[in-house]
Structure formats: structure tokens, C-alpha cells
T-cell receptor, first 110, second 113 residues
């Protein structure tokens, strides 16, 4: 069982570049989430999808967009990367509770 | 009112000792309180969770104590082991309305032999 798979694992971008973080789950979960983790800040919700075709903003959505492509996949896009978006990004999925997390994408923006 | 405050930020414990991490919340609508454990380079994983209808839940060496009137809950790790060294996050949710979690800021636990 793969669980929640995130790609890429590491990425370095220059300010202003765009990129999409990919997330896929094989557990048939309805809900999917994108978080960012920063030192001393815990996990902060960026976007949330309760089901295929629906998305909602979380606590820190500015600078990001998401797509719930189908039940399995939930992508996070940075249109114009900024140094403040340097972080570790986690995708999670859940049937309701608990949430199951991927191993993260470590993103550095120079 | 949505915050979950977690302390301490870091904790150093000797092998065999008791590790205690505390969390406090304001929103009385919260009805689900999980703890997640995260090892370096990995995503968080559910460790143990409690609902407010009980004051304590124990799973092996891990215990959640819940004080509804004080709006506080804590994680106790008995007989702490070096393999317990990880970052621990408390969280809270109002499951009647949402499955979204509000996370605390995390505690980095180091257990030395």
C-alpha cells in the first residue's frame, strides 16, 4: 500500500517561477488537504477538498491554487513563487479521521 | 478562538523518564483531540486521540489526559525510549461540522540513553 504519495520530494525554484506539487492517494478517501510546515508554526492548512470537484481555502491560501483532478489526486500550484513560500509541504487524505500524510515536498525558493 | 496552544517547544528526557506535552484550546465546540507523531523526513502519523466524554485514554506507554473545564489536554509518554524521539503535534476539531484539524505548533522530544 502506497498510501499518500507526493512528488517531487525536493525542489529548488527561483523567485517568480511556477510549479505544481503533486499528491495522489490510493485509499479511496474523500477528503484531501494541503499543509505547509514551518519551524515554530506547526502545520497550517493551505487548501482543503471535501470531495472530487470541491475545494475550500484554509488558513494560508494566498499565493496558491489547487485542483482536485479526481478522487485520487489533489495538486497544489505556485503561480509565481516567493521566498516566503520556502517550506515543507504536506498532502494528507482522510475518510473523515484520522488524516494520513505523505512524506512531504521540501521546497526552497531563492 | 481557533488556536491550539502547545508547550513546551522542545523537551529533553532521559531514557525511562516521563515525557509530558501540554495543549490548551479556546473553542468549546471542539470535540476531537488527536496527537500526531512525526519522525525526521516523514509526514505526521496519528498516535492517539480522545473525545471529550472521557478524561483519560491509554494506549501502551502513551496516555492522553483531558480536562474539559480547563480546556486543556496533555500527552504523557511513560518509560520514554530513544525511539520516541520525534516531533509531537496536538490538534483539535469540531467533528460535527468539519473534518479539518487545527494543529498546535509542535514539540520536539529528544530522549537520551
Amino acid at each position: 500500500n502506497a498510501g499518500v504519495t507526493q512528488t517531487p520530494k525536493f525542489q529548488v525554484l527561483k523567485t517568480g517561477q511556477s510549479m505544481t506539487l503533486q499528491c495522489a492517494q490510493d485509499m479511496n478517501h474523500n477528503s484531501m488537504y494541503w499543509y505547509r510546515q514551518d519551524p515554530g508554526m506547526g502545520l497550517r492548512l493551505i487548501y482543503y477538498s471535501a470531495s472530487e470537484g470541491t475545494t475550500d481555502k484554509g488558513e494560508v491560501p494566498n499565493g496558491y491554487n489547487v485542483s482536485r483532478l479526481n478522487k485520487r489526486e489533489f495538486s497544489l500550484r505556485l503561480e509565481s513563487a516567493a521566498p516566503s513560500q520556502t517550506s515543507v509541504y504536506f498532502c494528507a487524505s482522510s475518510p473523515y479521521q484520522p488524516q494520513h500524510f505523505g512524506d512531504g515536498t521540501r521546497l526552497s525558493i531563492l | 478562538q481557533q488556536q491550539v496552544k502547545q508547550s513546551p517547544q522542545s523537551l529533553i528526557v532521559q531514557k525511562g523518564g516521563i515525557s509530558i506535552i501540554n495543549c490548551a484550546y479556546e473553542n468549546t465546540a471542539f470535540d476531537y483531540f488527536p496527537w500526531y507523531q512525526q519522525f525526521p523526513g516523514k509526514g505526521p502519523a496519528l498516535l492517539i486521540a480522545i473525545r471529550p466524554d472521557v478524561s483519560e485514554k491509554k494506549e501502551g506507554r502513551f496516555t492522553i489526559s483531558f480536562n474539559k473545564s480547563a480546556k486543556q489536554f496533555s500527552l504523557h509518554i511513560m518509560d520514554s525510549q530513544p525511539g520516541d524521539s520525534a516531533t509531537y503535534f496536538c490538534a483539535a476539531s469540531n467533528l460535527r461540522n468539519t473534518d479539518k484539524l487545527i494543529f498546535g505548533t509542535g514539540t520536539r522530544l529528544q530522549v537520551f540513553p
